[in-house]
């Protein structure tokens, strides 16, 4: 690969101590700036494909990257990167090729109309133009957004995302926002156990209907729906079958747009579509990509139709970006968009995404803790519970086995949701089979162990009851535990 020695020789001089580090950043690093593993964080000085390595050359298998989407320093990456860096890096309002064959190609993957490319520097920048562009073609201010939702950092985006205001401390709502319920059918508003035979869609879609309705009512309709196209914060969200659909429907007719959020699941990690709201069947007005674009460079875009983009235009108001669209971000983006086609890893998505969630979902038979399995290529959640019937959140599980899995089998997994319950898996694209089974090999060896945990505690406080008086042995529960713990122990050896 590119720059192998000098790679190593960087690593083998790192100077400071994972202490060191820690100290400096407490010092320097806004507190607010969070780690992951808070409690023992990770100190990663190289990466290759699905893999990170920490300052002792400790591998871990990366589940969650979905940043680095074709692999962490794809040689393939670095090169184009290097090599326009070496050449030309500027602003975008000198010509340059880098450019227009990135929006030539990016646009290529879109549907129709979708033809006219901004290019930014990240999901948030990319979230707040959509919402300007929205804006100023409705000549609105209200947006209406779910429950649960993430959309970015800066201001006009946060006021979107109630993942983030409604946490302590957050921001209040603006009266303009407008939210609906997450179309979470296992642990939402409304759910499938709740109403069996309903359609989900409908009834998910029909609080925004109604929204849609109190604002043509007032006069006023709303400017834009934004979403996206799966919920990633809000616990890998997959909305039911003819949802998007109905949404769209409602608020274009009060002459809103529809923004799909793809930061998180484009460019095929869905396996089955290169973008996620495709799995729908619907065609959004603005589309919104950044994270997996760059595979970790700093490049995000806004794709529209030629109608919104000419009415920005007619404002006279000139859209500058320094960096969004630099040579660099636009070479770099090009590879990953020819990587993905060439390594053919939306359909290797497809396939592995469809392993991954029936041997997730073989899982649900063995352990009770698993609540929920749901998930398209490689983006999928599992659900803990403490009660499968009630479908009780397990947050204290969750975080329990995102540690284990890290500290003893050394393959990062991260929790996310409305309980923090959900075990978040999207990984990078070259993610495969053999990486897949030393998941689940390492998840079920997890879930054993919280599970005899459970049952010895259970156990243990059955022994300290009394009956007359008299404490209760407990021996016959115990000896079923022991045979359950037998064949628990049979089921991790066969995997």
């Not at 993957?109 to 804006?135: H, I, Q, W």
């Not at 000139?318 to 990953?336: D, E, K, L, Q, R």
């Not at 089974?437 to 300290?464: G, I, K, N, P, V």
Request: hydrophobic share 40%; aromatic share 8%; glycine share 8%.
């Amino acid at each position: 690969m590119p720059f192998a020695n000098e790679q190593l020789k960087s690593v083998a001089n790192e100077q400071l101590t994972k202490s060191e580090t820690i100290k400096l950043r407490n010092q320097h690093i806004g507190q607010a700036c969070q780690l992951f593993y808070r409690s023992d964080p990770l100190k990663i000085v190289r990466g290759q494909g699905q893999y990170m390595f920490d300052e002792e050359g400790t591998r871990y298998l990366d589940c969650i990257n979905n940043v680095a989407h074709v692999g962490h320093c794809h040689p393939e990456v670095v090169r184009a990167g290097a090599l326009q860096m070496a050449t030309i890096s500027t602003n975008n309002r000198f010509l340059h090729d880098e450019l227009v064959q990135c929006a030539r190609t990016l646009a290529s993957k879109m549907p129709e109309p979708l033809s006219v490319c901004f290019f930014v520097n990240s999901g948030s920048e990319a979230n707040d133009l959509a919402l300007r562009l929205a804006r100023n073609f409705t000549k609105r201010q209200d947006v209406i957004t779910l429950d649960h939702a993430y959309h970015g950092h800066l201001q006009s985006v946060m006021e979107v995302s109630p993942y983030k205001f409604n946490q302590p401390g957050g921001e209040k709502k603006p009266d303009y926002v407008h939210v609906a319920p997450c179309p979470d059918i296992y642990g939402g508003q409304f759910t499938d156990k709740m109403h069996p035979d309903a359609d989900m869609a409908a009834m998910y879609a029909r609080p925004i209907e109604e929204i849609c309705e109190r604002q043509l009512a007032k006069g006023e309709g709303v400017a834009a729906f934004i979403a996206e196209s799966l919920q990633s914060c809000g616990g890998q969200i997959l909305p039911p079958a003819g949802y998007f659909q109905a949404v769209y429907d409602a608020v274009r007719s009060t002459g809103g747009v529809c923004i799909a959020d793809e930061v998180q699941v484009g460019f095929g990690r869905v396996g089955s579509h290169y973008w996620a709201f495709e799995t729908q069947g619907v065609v959004p007005d603005i589309v919104c990509v950044a994270k997996p674009m760059g595979n970790g460079h700093p490049v995000g875009a806004v794709v529209t139709t030629p109608e919104i983009a000419q009415a920005f235009h007619a404002t006279g108001v000139a859209y500058f970006n320094t960096y969004g669209g630099n040579p660099v971000s636009c070479a770099i983006a090009n590879a990953v968009m020819r990587i993905i086609d060439e390594e053919n890893l939306q359909q290797k998505a497809h396939v592995l995404g469809e392993y991954l969630i029936r041997e997730c979902n073989s899982l649900k038979q063995d352990f009770e803790c698993i609540g929920d399995v749901r998930g398209a290529g490689l983006f999928v959640g599992i659900e803990l519970v403490r009660d499968r019937e009630a479908r009780t959140p397990d947050k204290k599980s969750a975080h329990w086995v995102v540690n284990r899995m890290k500290q003893l089998h050394h393959v990062l997994v991260s929790s996310d949701g409305p309980n923090d319950n959900v075990i978040k898996l999207k990984p990078p694209m070259c993610f495969n089979r053999e990486n897949a089974d030393e998941f689940l090999l390492a998840f079920r060896e997890c879930l054993t162990t919280l599970m005899q945990e459970r049952l010895t505690s259970a156990a243990m406080a059955s022994a300290t009851t009394t009956t007359n008086g008299v404490i209760a042995t407990a021996a016959e529960t115990l000896a079923n535990k022991t045979k359950l713990f037998e064949r628990q122990d049979r089921l991790i050896k066969s995997v």
